[in-house]
Nanobody
Framework: QVQLVESGGGLVQAGGSLRLSCAANGSIFSINTMGWYRQAPGKQRELVAT???????NYAQSVKGRFTISRDNAENTVFLQMNSLKPEDTAVYYCYAGITTPGYYTMPYWGKGTLVTVSS
């Protein structure tokens, strides 16, 4: 069974930085697009950033210029470098990966989430 394990969340002051990591483990043939989503209290879950297997990236307008997504294909890991953090970035951040398992069936997988809190 495939699992996504997130790490790196925590408490940081406004203007500071955090780096999130997410590693995929289990029976994996390949990983397609990976990404990060977030959900703040009273808000809908929103896409933060995605990255394809060829390292093409896409960002939400609210984080462009501040966040950088990257991946290490050899380690099945995706990262999110978050700089110039703002209180409005406070949310639970969820890792996403489109994973092909042996048998060549591709489906989405989600991490359990890691909390990022930005204080003013």
């Amino acid at each position: 069974q495939v699992q996504l394990v997130e790490s790196g969340g925590g408490l940081v002051q406004a203007g500071g930085s955090l780096r999130l990591s997410c590693a995929a483990n289990g029976s994996i043939f390949s990983i397609n697009t990976m990404g990060w989503y977030r959900q703040a209290p009273g808000k809908q879950r929103e896409l933060v950033a995605t990255i394809t297997s060829g390292h093409s990236t896409n960002y939400a307008q609210s984080v462009k210029g501040r966040f950088t997504i990257s991946r290490d294909n050899a380690e099945n890991t995706v990262f999110l470098q978050m700089n110039s953090l703002k209180p409005e970035d406070t949310a639970v951040y969820y890792c996403y990966a489109g994973i092909t398992t042996p048998g060549y069936y591709t489906m989405p997988y989600w991490g359990k989430g890691t909390l990022v809190t930005v204080s003013s």
